[in-house]
């Protein structure tokens, strides 16, 4: 089974061919530079898509584009789809699509949304995610664009509100090994909220934080002054590559992972969500929790460098 990589040679993209690889699961890089490509594709070019479709059995999408017919031309053919997206009505989009894909694939959804369900099937209530993110590393122009878009945008609360991004803040006690100073975190549009609020039924709520608390501040402070935003540093303000996610469950319990490099992290759940989904293929829209369990990525051994805590 053949998996191609679109932006196989960006920041998340070559980690995954390269875990890939060493799991014998053959995978090529795709994108539109020749020296660095396996194939030459552009995404925005159908009859490129097309061509560089051939032979291929899964598709995960590394390369930032957020476009449904992307996902369709694939699905289309039988080749199943699978999206590192966080952009929550792109991924709605996605669920609608009635062929193969899996959605939420990640650090961010993806860890947080299995760390949440592990919650919500033990404690049936409101469950808050945070997300901690080392602005020290390098993420790529996609993860920082992704960012910076969400400033001055609203989204559903589960109560019916509307929220700003960047607004809302929310203290977390984290793991010491997490290496974290304690400064709250703010709420961001993360698509798995929505997904497991509709599904369960219950609030579930993102918050983002950066390792820096001066980023972060930024960030609260950019959102409410759109004249600002198109000076936003290229690089934010870190010294770090660390990352944690966190639930905290109605009874105020915890679950928590840790680690080093968001970037691989992300890969590193990819490329056991490629592994499971070749050993379990699916025929329809399927969230990443339908198709692994918390205890799938803890006892991987992908993601030894992880380090889970719970409370």
């Given at each position: 089974?053949?998996?191609?990589?679109?932006?196989?040679?960006?920041?998340?993209?070559?980690?995954?061919?390269?875990?890939?690889?060493?799991?014998?699961?053959?995978?090529?890089?795709?994108?539109?530079?020749?020296?660095?490509?396996?194939?030459?594709?552009?995404?925005?070019?159908?009859?490129?898509?097309?061509?560089?479709?051939?032979?291929?059995?899964?598709?995960?999408?590394?390369?930032?584009?957020?476009?449904v017919?992307l996902?369709?031309?694939?699905?289309?053919?039988?080749?199943?789809?699978?999206?590192?997206?966080?952009?929550?009505?792109?991924?709605?989009?996605?669920?609608?699509?009635?062929?193969?894909?899996?959605?939420?694939?990640?650090?961010a959804?993806?860890?947080?949304?299995?760390?949440?369900?592990?919650?919500?099937?033990?404690?049936?209530?409101?469950?808050?995610?945070?997300i901690?993110?080392?602005?020290?590393?390098?993420?790529?122009?996609?993860?920082?664009?992704?960012?910076?878009?969400?400033?001055?945008?609203?989204?559903?609360?589960?109560?019916g509100?509307?929220?700003?991004n960047?607004?809302?803040?929310?203290?977390?006690?984290?793991?010491?090994?997490?290496?974290?100073?304690?400064?709250p975190?703010?709420?961001?549009?993360?698509?798995?909220?929505?997904?497991?609020?509709?599904?369960f039924?219950?609030?579930?709520?993102?918050?983002?934080?950066?390792?820096?608390?001066?980023?972060?501040?930024?960030?609260?402070a950019?959102?409410?002054?759109?004249?600002?935003?198109?000076?936003?540093?290229?690089?934010?303000?870190?010294?770090?590559?660390?990352?944690?996610?966190?639930?905290?469950?109605?009874?105020?319990?915890?679950?928590?992972?840790?680690?080093?490099?968001?970037?691989?992290?992300?890969?590193v759940?990819?490329?056991?969500?490629?592994?499971?989904?070749?050993?379990?293929?699916?025929?329809?829209?399927?969230?990443?929790?339908?198709?692994?369990?918390?205890?799938?990525?803890?006892?991987?051994?992908?993601?030894?460098e992880?380090?889970?805590?719970?409370?």
């Amino acid at each position: 089974m053949a998996v191609l990589v679109l932006g196989g040679y960006g920041t998340v993209g070559a980690h995954l061919v390269r875990l890939l690889r060493a799991e014998g699961i053959p995978a090529e890089a795709a994108g539109r530079d020749a020296a660095r490509a396996d194939r030459v594709v552009d995404v925005s070019d159908g009859a490129s898509v097309d061509a560089a479709l051939a032979e291929t059995s899964v598709v995960v999408n590394c390369v930032g584009a957020e476009d449904v017919q992307l996902a369709r031309t694939c699905a289309e053919r039988g080749i199943t789809f699978v999206d590192i997206s966080a952009t929550s009505d792109y991924v709605r989009s996605l669920e609608d699509i009635d062929r193969p894909a899996v959605l939420g694939v990640g650090l961010a959804p993806g860890l947080t949304t299995l760390l949440a369900v592990d919650a919500l099937e033990q404690h049936r209530g409101p469950v808050d995610i945070m997300i901690g993110l080392g602005s020290g590393e390098t993420h790529g122009p996609a993860a920082t664009a992704w960012t910076y878009r969400l400033l001055g945008q609203r989204f559903p609360d589960a109560d019916g509100t509307s929220i700003r991004n960047f607004t809302g803040r929310q203290s977390f006690s984290l793991p010491e090994a997490a290496g974290y100073r304690p400064f709250p975190a703010v709420r961001a549009d993360f698509a798995d909220q929505h997904r497991l609020t509709r599904e369960f039924g219950v609030p579930v709520r993102t918050y983002l934080r950066l390792d820096s608390r001066l980023a972060t501040l930024g960030l609260a402070a950019l959102t409410w002054a759109p004249a600002l935003q198109s000076r936003a540093p290229a690089h934010m303000p870190g010294s770090s590559d660390r990352w944690v996610a966190l639930t905290r469950a109605a009874d105020g319990s915890t679950r928590s992972a840790s680690g080093r490099g968001q970037s691989l992290a992300t890969a590193v759940v990819a490329a056991i969500t490629v592994r499971t989904l070749i050993r379990n293929p699916v025929s329809e829209p399927t969230w990443i929790h339908q198709l692994l369990a918390l205890d799938d990525i803890r006892r991987d051994s992908l993601a030894a460098e992880f380090r889970f805590d719970q409370s």
